[in-house]
């Protein structure tokens, strides 16, 4: 039987996966925005470099999301990291 108390956990790894996603589609308008307002070549490497930033955050932030069933990494097993919808340990589902 699903334990209703998990919910709340699961909302929050759905939320950084979300997060990370809004990372990844947001680089192509920020890169466009910023090279259609910007005259010089500085401000699309620091928009570029900041993007690298969050996208590395996000990714630490999903990767290392703890299972609140089983307690492993939800999305990390071994070496291998899958960012699918299932625990790889317990099978557990978002
Ligand atoms: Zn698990």
Known sequence: MEN????QELKQI????YQL???FISYLPAIG???SISEGSGAPAAVCLLWVLFAAI???RVS???????GNL???RGAGTSWGRRCRHCDLSL
Request: net charge positive.
């Open 4 to 7: 209703p108390t998990y919910a």
């Open 74 to 76: 939800f999305h990390m």
């Open 64 to 70: 290392f999301s703890r299972c609140p069933r089983c």
């Open 58 to 60: 996000g990714g630490v």
């Open 14 to 17: 759905r939320l950084k996966r």
């Open 21 to 23: 996603w809004g990372v």
């Open 33 to 35: 925005i910023t090279l």
